[in-house]
Each structure stands twice: as C-alpha cells, then as structure tokens.
C-alpha cells in the first residue's frame, strides 16, 4: 500500500521547478569556488578580434575581448551555461506525455549539466563551453518549434544557429545542415496558411546567408586548418610507409617528419611549419585533402573512427571515437592548461565533480556505458516503428539527430587531430546522451500507453 502512495505521488506530483532551481543553485556554488583554466597556447587568440583573416571567430573574440577580465569570462560562460541547460531541460520535459517523464527528463538533463566534464569548460578560456551551451539552445528550441511550429520560436532558432556559426569555423557546417532540416520541416509542413509559409522560408535563407558569410571568414585564416592538417598527416603515417607515400606523391615535404620529433623548443607542428620545404607546401594547393584522403578508402572512411588500429598500426581504441564519448574531456587529467589562481598554480583546474552514471574513466565499463546509453535511442526506434503510437515529433527529431550526429562525429575524426579527440568530440557525446534522454521518456511513455490501451481494449471484450 505504501509503495503504490509513493509511486502515485511520483506520478503526480511535478518536480520541474524544484529540480531546476536545485540545478541553478549547484552550478553557482560551483562558479564561486572556481578558479580560471587558461591555455597558454589557444586561449590568446581568443583576445584578437576582428573580421579580417580571424585566427578565431569573430563572434567569440568580439565577445571574449569585450569582456577582457578572466572571471568575468568565466562567470558569463558559466551563466549562458546555466541558461542553456534549464532551457534544454524544459524543451526536452514538453516531449514527456506525462508527468513522470516529464519529471524524469528534467532530473536527468540536470543530472548531465552537473557533471565534471560539463562543467569544468565554462572555467576554461577557450570556445568549449559556449559551443556547448548554445548547441544546447539551438537543440531546446528546434524541439520547441517542431511542437508549436511558430515563426516567433523559429526567428529564436535561428538567433541561435547564427550565433553558434561564430563560435568555431567548423560549427558553421553543422549549423548548415540544421537550417536544411529546417527547410525541410517547412516544405512538408501542411500550414495553411501560405504568407507564414514563406515568411519561414525568407528567414531561414537569411539565416543560411549569415552561416555562408560566417564559414567564408573563418575559412580567410589558414593556420589553424594548416596546423591539424600536417599534425594529423604526420601522427597517422608517422610509422606506415605505404601511408606516408600517399602523401609524399602529393608533394608533401619528408622532412616533415623529422622535424616533428626533433628536441623542440616550440610545439612541435610550429617547429615544422617553420621549416621552408613545409611553407612552400603550404602555400601550394592543398584544399581538403584531409577529406580526400579520407575518400581515397571507403573502408577507412566508414570503418576507421570505430576501429582505428586495423588502418593505422599505432593507433588503438584510444584513438577511436568509443573512448572519448565514455570519458568526456577532462581538465584535471590535461596538464596543459594552466591555473590562474595564484594560490592554486601547482595544481591542475579541477571542480571534483561527480561523473555520476553519464561518464566513465574505467575502460573496461565505457563499454557498457555507451551501450546502456545506447539502448533507449535503439528500443525507441523499435517501438515508434512497430508500435506507431502518436510520437511524430520525437520521431522525426530523434532519426535527425542521430544521422546528424553521426555524420559530425566522423566528419571530425577524420579531420581533427587524435590526441585531442576527447575535447573535440566532447560536445557530441553530450549531445548523445539528450538524445538518449529524449528516446527513454517517449519509450516509457509508449510502453504505458500500449499497456492502458491493451487494458482497456481488454476491459471492452470483456464487458
């Protein structure tokens, strides 16, 4: 009797705000026994703002600069991060169709928000922790906009995918695919009225435009693209001659190599790129080879990010996209960011947070955990497919977000460094536990309904 009180009572009783609110008050705790992380190398060139040739975004930079004082930088990421996550939690409980799911989605979203590898970029100076929380945004309001389908959410989205182009060179791709996601949406969309019709589809070309501009200025400055292309060509053919020739008949300098493991005295792509054979490379024709290289062996294109070492005799599961999802990237385990609290310069920034069930350090369980959190995008794609029940909208967003996350996961392995795979994919493995998220709601939510519908359809034949 008393286990049906207190299953009745969680069923009933909406814990949204107070979950929020428990959320909000942890994250500013956080804020306030924090120090600053700061990368020696990156971090600078965040302080250079301008829309000529930008080392970094021009939003960032703008933004970062104007605010100049690192606590301030950290207290404002930590605050938009704060934003975001309430945001996404909300948008994600509207998916609920009842009032534990719905529950249950805000406990679990703020349970992720909390976590240390979530967490500890916003005390980082880089474009982690924003790239973060508005992807965050951007995902509350495309669920948001397919509930409501109203311009004034839509207009909202696309705030958001603006701002997010300006973050990082790369996020003006994927912001792209959203917009045709978008687009699409519309052109299905069975609205009658046709004047709201095209007045979407002018923003979303607006939209589009302002992603083109923003990837044609991230796209003026060459050196950071220069940099992970000849240190990912060197790590992933160091030990493989078949796989360097690839390369050298395209012209790329051999002595690249050597000067890469040479004693150094600056980062070791900054000594190789000083050498002249590595400049004139450079500066001769050497658009997208990375993704030529990638294309050259459909097999390694589809196979490699999963099992890297049966491509590159180096490699192992590390260097694969299993890890860095299971762990997340970690600032405590990162020895090259310094800390700026001069009572705390010796030690690594760290905030000590729990990693609850979202993350993992054991390898041997990562395993188990990505299958875990595997299981509810699975099962729910199952049931909306055999079961059919009114779940559209949580349909058509899941079967998006997925291709959408696989195809920026390989995208980035490929053209990303290796040992910074944990940083760069960080935000995706995030972003596939919200999908996982979204999928357990509505597979509980159709197993409840199949079972009350199966009970009354029972109860009618019986009568």
């Not at 839509?154 to 973050?167: A, E, K, Q, V």
């Not at 005799?313 to 970690?330: H, L, N, Q, W």
């Amino acid at each position: 009797m008393i286990l049906k009180l207190i299953a009745k009572f969680f069923r009933t009783t909406n814990f949204i705000l107070p979950i929020l609110i428990s959320f909000v008050i942890i994250r500013l705790l956080t804020v306030y026994t924090s120090s600053v992380g700061f990368d020696p190398y990156d971090s600078p060139s965040y302080f250079q703002p301008t829309w000529s040739n930008p080392m970094r975004m021009p939003i960032i930079s703008y933004l970062l600069s104007w605010i100049s004082y690192y606590g301030g930088i950290v207290l404002t990421q930590s605050l938009v991060a704060i934003l975001s996550w309430c945001y996404l939690a909300w948008a994600i409980s509207k998916l609920g169709k009842s009032i534990f799911t719905k529950n249950l989605s805000v406990l679990l979203v703020s349970s992720l928000g909390l976590t240390s590898p979530v967490v500890e970029h916003d005390l980082l100076i880089l474009s982690e922790s924003l790239t973060i929380s508005i992807f965050n945004f951007v995902i509350g309001s495309l669920i948001i906009f397919k509930i409501n389908n109203k311009t004034s959410i839509l207009i909202t989205t696309c705030f958001f995918l603006i701002f997010y182009s300006g973050l990082k060179q790369s996020n003006s791709y994927f912001s792209l695919i959203v917009v045709i996601f978008l687009i699409i949406i519309i052109l299905k969309s069975t609205i009658g009225n046709q004047k709201k019709k095209l007045i979407s589809l002018l923003i979303l070309i607006l939209t589009t435009i302002a992603n083109i501009l923003l990837l044609n200025v991230g796209r003026q400055n060459n050196i950071i693209s220069n940099q992970v292309l000849i240190t990912n060509v060197i790590e992933r053919t160091y030990d493989s001659y078949p796989s360097q020739k690839w390369w050298l008949d395209l012209g790329f300098p051999a002595i690249a190599y050597q000067n890469y493991t040479s004693p150094y005295t600056l980062p070791p792509v900054n000594m190789t790129r000083n050498t002249p054979q590595v400049k004139a490379w450079e500066d001769g024709e050497n658009n997208l080879l990375l993704e030529k290289s990638a294309f050259s062996n459909i097999k390694f294109l589809f196979l490699a990010p999963l099992n890297p070492e049966a491509y590159i005799e180096v490699f192992t599961d590390y260097e694969s996209i299993f890890i860095p999802f299971a762990k997340g990237s970690r600032l405590d385990t990162n020895y090259s960011y310094l800390n700026l609290d001069s009572s705390m310069t010796q030690e690594r920034v760290s905030l000590s947070l729990p990693l609850t069930f979202w993350w993992s350090d054991n390898s041997n369980y990562s395993k188990i955990l990505l299958f875990l959190i595997l299981s509810p995008i699975i099962l729910f794609l199952i049931l909306q497919s055999n079961i059919g029940l009114n779940f559209k909208i949580a349909n058509s967003l899941v079967q998006f977000f997925v291709v959408f996350l696989i195809l920026n996961v390989w995208a980035i392995w490929h053209i990303s460094v290796t040992y910074e795979l944990n940083r760069y994919l960080l935000p995706w493995a995030i972003f596939l536990r919200i999908i996982s998220v979204i999928s357990l709601i509505c597979s509980i939510d159709i197993l409840w309904n199949y079972k009350l519908q199966s009970k009354i359809k029972s109860n009618n034949q019986n009568n």
